[in-house]
Nanobody, 115 residues
Framework: QVQLVESGGGLVQPGGSLRLSCAAS????????MGWYRQAPGKERELVST???????NYADSVNGRFTISRDNAKSTVYLQMNSLKPEDTAVYYC?????????WGQGTQVTVSA
């Protein structure tokens, strides 16, 4: 079992920044992928960014160049630094852990970008 707890969401003006954190606990094994997904009202959940246990990263085209994913293995925590935020980034952001067929999700944190 892997438990994920997100934090860092909130209300920010367009052009602003936020940093999301995802603290993982439980049986965190090697060769896994952690990432961030988001779901806006009326839309399907979509991939934002992922990072492997080896540190390889991947980004959706819509956030590439603005968002940065990173991890602190000592703290079992993954971060998502979000810069130059746009209103279309408004969504609930979910942390995800995946290892082979096992998947775990966090409860989500709301990010609202509005003037």
């Amino acid at each position: 079992q892997v438990q994920l707890v997100e934090s860092g969401g909130g209300l920010v003006q367009p052009g602003g920044s936020l940093r999301l954190s995802c603290a993982a606990s439980g049986s965190i094994l090697s060769s896994h992928v952690m990432g961030w997904y988001r779901q806006a009202p009326g839309k399907e959940r979509e991939l934002v960014s992922t990072i492997t246990s080896g540190g390889s990263t991947n980004y959706a085209d819509s956030v590439n160049g603005r968002f940065t994913i990173s991890r602190d293995n000592a703290k079992s925590t993954v971060y998502l630094q979000m810069n130059s935020l746009k209103p279309e980034d408004t969504a609930v952001y979910y942390c995800n852990y995946r290892r082979f067929s096992f998947v775990s999700w966090g409860q989500g944190t709301q990010v609202t970008v509005s003037a």
